[in-house]
């Protein structure tokens, strides 16, 4: 029965969008746009800033950097020296790293034959293990392969390595030649860890320097260093860059040579560095977008009021046939049929098991058959259909609004008969 209740209630929504086509499309646009454009911006915001990066207690990681007094200069690098020193005399910093200052290079990667792009950071060896990140294949770099004489070996990011290579899984071992230089390939990392942003692959600082031939810009990639440290459990990073200010005033007076003196450090979250500045920008695009899909809600139920206010006759004629609330308001068939369900279980408990007292369901409490009070509510119910059908009657203008009701009186006959039963 219900199957059948939800079948007809479907058949009439259907005929009846179909026949207001200007209706039905402008809602399902307005709300399309709406639901789009959310959706869009939600993947956005949960791609950017609800998703974490790779690696461990990310929490725990800081980016430093040193900068002058004066402001004049905002970004200065550490020395691959200073940050030996840094992490062998911490007591904050339970692991240090270092990335190379002047971000990712365009090199050209040469295998088999052919030359492809190839943008490549210069890394220190502990700094997947100061990321607390592991390889999807094959290992990431070690220390030991940032030594002078260790072979030249490369770690692709997962987006190349897709790009490139299709994801096969017999990357690893592969040699290729970047600047004259022989190189293998030795792992390949996890999605979204793409930092410095924009690389491509990382190779350490020994063997980026075995690339160059100018000694002065080899020494530039070993001392124009980024730090990048991971805090130790309980630690602020208040304590870091207090900490660092000690050392870094200790190391600049027992540089040899001597250099730029008074550099304060500057210190970011991991997190922040890489994500950048677009979170207030995205939460304030998404709200916008929300605020469109509300409006978009706000015009379609606009439209259905209009809509419920055309349908005027043809609701008043439903209920003067017998329909009741639920199925006039659009609740669904099983509204309905609770409804009924619980009407006839209230009379059958009144007719055949109605207690002696005066309790719930006897003859005191009003739902009894012979009780005056359901008498009298069932003939206010009586006139309110018989009235409710004379209006709808008279809407209609003498014509038949259904096959059931073509034998009924017309609106024009019944108005001479209550015209002469009132003289």
Known sequence: MNLDLWRHDFRLAASGLWRAKAFSGAA??????????????????????????????????????????????????????????IGGQSRVFESVAGVGYSGVSADVAVENGSASTIHTAAVTGAFFEVLGVQAVLGRPLE??????????????????????????????????????????????????????????????????????????????????????????????????????????????????????????PVLRSYESLVVGDVPGAILALFGAVALVLVIAGANVANLLLLRVQSRRAELALRAALGADRARLAGHGPRVAAARRARRRGRQRRSAGQAPAGGGPGGPRDGTHPSSPRLA???????????????????????????????????????APERSRSRS
């Open 376 to 414: 009298r509510t069932r003939s206010g119910r009586a006139r309110t259909r018989r009235s409710t059908w004379r209006r709808s009657t008279r809407i209609t203008s003498g014509r038949s609004a259904c096959r059931c009701c073509a034998g009924a009186p017309s609106a024009t006959r019944i």
């Open 143 to 264: 220390p030991t392969d940032d030594r002078p004489g260790a072979e030249n070996v490369l770690v692709l990011t997962h987006a190349y390595w897709q790009g490139r290579y299709g994801g096969s899984a017999d990357v690893i071992g592969r040699r290729l030649v970047i600047n004259d230089q022989p190189f293998t390939l030795v792992g390949v990392m996890p999605p979204d860890l793409v930092y410095p942003r924009g690389v491509e692959g990382w190779m350490t600082v020994a063997a980026c320097a075995s690339t160059l031939t100018n000694p002065i810009f080899r020494g530039a990639v070993r001392n124009e260093l980024d730090l990048l440290g991971r805090l130790r459990v309980g630690a602020t990073p208040e304590q870091a860059e207090s900490e660092l200010r000690g050392l870094i005033a200790r190391l600049e007076a027992d540089a040899t040579p001597p250099g730029r003196r008074g550099l304060l």
């Open 28 to 85: 399902v646009l307005m709300l399309c746009l709406g639901i789009a454009g959310t959706s869009v911006m939600f993947a956005l915001v949960q791609g950017v800033l609800l998703r974490k990066l790779p690696g461990r207690d990310q929490e725990r990681l800081l980016v430093g950097w040193k900068r002058f007094p004066t402001g004049s200069f905002e970004h200065w690098p550490f020395r691959g020296s200073e940050l030996d020193a």
